[in-house]
Structures are given as C-alpha cells and as structure tokens.
C-alpha cells in the first residue's frame, strides 16, 4: 500500500474566499471517491490550528499499490479536478511513501 500525502494553500483575499475556495478543494477531491481504480481511503482535513506556517488543506489518501498511485496522477477524473482548481491551490507539497504490513 502507498500513502499519497499533499497540503496546499489557498488562494484567497478575504476569510470568506479563502473559506470558499477550501470548500471547493474538498468538493472536488470527494467527488474522485469511487473513481479510481486502487484508491482505498481518501480523506480531506481543513487546518483547525490557525498557525501562520500551517498548510490550509491536507488530502490524505491510500492506494493499493504504486502502479494504482501512477494511473490515478493521470487518470481523468484527477486531471479534471486538478485542472479546475489550478488558479485555487497556490502552495503544494506532498509525500508518497509505502506502508509496511498495512490493512
């Protein structure tokens, strides 16, 4: 099993955008729930600490395997989610590693 981890900021002029543009992030990445062949968990999380070098969004997400992780980088429904929200995420980092021993 593979961990795929990413954290983004959002863009956002006021608290109210921000806010809106953290609901379409989670929005979209629920939608790919049952879509991806080898996606076995995908959660998202909102920052509740408030701390300025905290990331706004985190997506946590669980795939069978590396080669599931590879097609759903490319798979359609990610790139049409990636793609309308390209102007939203304005900060990305991310983490892949394998779980040993898992489920």
């Known amino acids: ?11 956002g002029a006021t608290a109210w955008e921000k806010d809106r543009n953290i609901e379409r992030v989670r929005q ?4 790919l729930r049952g879509r991806i062949p ?17 990331c706004d969004v985190v997506l946590y997400s669980e795939f069978e395997s590396q080669a599931a992780l590879d097609a759903y980088a490319h798979h359609p429904e990610h790139l049409r989610v990636r793609d309308e929200l390209a102007g939203v995420r304005i900060a990305r980092h ?3 590693y394998p779980v040993q021993g898992a489920r």
């Open 1 to 11: 099993m593979i961990r795929h981890i990413v954290m983004w900021n959002v863009a």
């Open 28 to 31: 979209g990445f629920h939608g």
């Open 94 to 96: 991310q983490v892949d």
């Open 38 to 54: 080898g996606l076995l968990h995908l959660e998202i999380g909102v920052d509740a600490s408030g701390v300025d070098y905290a």
